[in-house]
């Protein structure tokens, strides 16, 4: 069913720390969902429906429900699409509100991944018996060489170039030099971004995402209440979910999941990528902006290159506003899961509550687009339209 226009996005909030030693997952869980609560001006008390992923400790939302002091959830869902989980919440919270199972549903995401010292590339034990892992584990694959295997891929089929992956950097950092909170604040150059070590041909280390502790967390409500409350009402107009695998043998590297969900939440919406000026895409590596652009159709497929380059993706210079918070790249990438964040930066942007020297003005629409797993081997995938209306 449609439910375009039936919820609204009344609650943001993304936790200050990048690094958090003296917290537990949990504390940053419910710590979030208080700063969201806030935001909104809405209690605990009002919520009647809880969604989390795989980073929530314990029994997931049964646990974590408990944990926040929940007294009246009537909807509980647990969706794991790695990053792309939280924007699939949102699209399931729509649907439950639109259907009256719930009015007021509270999301969270939280992790240590830096005071634990992971850096998101290990095999985990309990991916010991998924069904991949014995004919794909001797291999090594990791996050890392699967993506650099996708950007080596779309270079070969349509001349991409490393000068060009370069400048999705670029303009996160111009980006990140605002946000006070940003784990990389230094103003970077293509040559800077080159010059930093190949960590998997082709891909440098500054074309990789930071690894921080942190989290954050939304409210979607009903549009009854949005209207009572002070914020500025967000609206979810469209929202597409997908996944993509192996598909039998028959891999193409260049596109992702995004291919499906774009199309679908464009329609869903009622619009076209000509409509957005702001777009959150998750920036897990340079190439997973590239390729995700190209699927969402704001550039032809082998185009994303030209499309990206000389500062276009830079808020106020270029033709498409991205990641105005600095993005996975440069600000947070909360328990290896950007999702979240990609999904707060865009309702930022739409209240008009982005710094104003990234804030893109008159905002009427925005993007929040993702995937979670790997590019090159299977992966989930999430878009959002959201409108201020």
């Known amino acids: 069913m449609s439910f375009s226009n039936n919820a609204c996005i009344a609650g943001i909030y993304e936790h200050p720390l990048r690094i958090a030693p003296n917290h537990t997952v949990a504390q940053l869980h419910a710590e979030v969902a208080h700063g969201a609560l806030q935001d909104a001006g809405l209690t605990l008390n009002d919520v009647d429906g809880y969604f989390c992923a795989g980073d929530a400790p314990g029994m997931g939302p049964v646990a974590m429900a408990d944990y926040l002091g929940l007294k009246k959830v009537s909807y509980l ?39 634990e010292g992971s850096s998101g590339t290990q095999v985990r034990s309990h991916y010991a018996s998924a069904p991949d892992f014995a004919f794909e584990k001797p291999y090594s694959p990791a996050p890392l060489n699967t ?37 990389l604040k230094d103003v970077l150059t293509v040559e800077d971004v080159l010059a930093s070590p190949m960590i998997a041909d082709p891909l440098h280390r500054a074309d990789c995402c930071v690894v921080t502790d942190s989290g954050g967390a939304l409210l979607v409500v009903h549009p009854d209440i949005a209207k009572t409350l002070k914020k500025p009402v967000v609206t979810i107009m469209g929202a597409a979910e997908s996944a993509k695998g192996q598909m039998g043998g028959k891999v193409d590297l260049t596109y992702s999941g995004v291919a499906w969900t774009g199309p679908r939440a464009f329609a869903e919406a009622k619009l076209t990528p000509a409509h957005i000026r702001y777009a ?45 918070d600095g993005g996975g790249l440069c600000n947070n990438h909360p328990a290896n899961r950007g999702g979240m964040t990609k999904v707060i930066e865009a309702v930022r942007q739409l209240r008009g509550e982005a710094h104003p020297a990234v804030q893109v003005p008159h905002l009427e629409f925005a993007l929040a687009s993702g995937i979670g797993g790997a590019l090159g081997t299977r992966h989930g995938a999430a878009t959002l339209i959201m409108g201020r209306l």
């Open 280 to 324: 959150s895409i998750y920036d897990s590596f340079t190439i997973t902006v590239l390729i995700q652009l190209e699927d969402l159709g704001f550039c032809k497929k082998g185009e994303g290159g030209k499309f990206v380059e000389n500062g276009q993706l830079i808020s106020g210079k270029g033709t498409l506003a991205f990641n105005t």
């Open 147 to 183: 993506y650099a295997m996708c950007a080596m891929r779309h270079m070969y089929e349509f001349g991409t170039t490393s000068e060009q992956l370069a400048w999705i950097k670029v303009a996160a950092s111009h980006h990140a030099q605002h946000n006070p909170n940003a784990l």
């Open 77 to 115: 869902d647990s969706t794991d699409l790695g990053g792309a989980s939280y924007l699939a919440h949102v699209g399931h919270a729509a649907r439950a509100i639109a259907t009256g199972q719930c009015k007021v549903a509270l999301i969270t995401l939280a992790g240590r991944p830096k005071s």
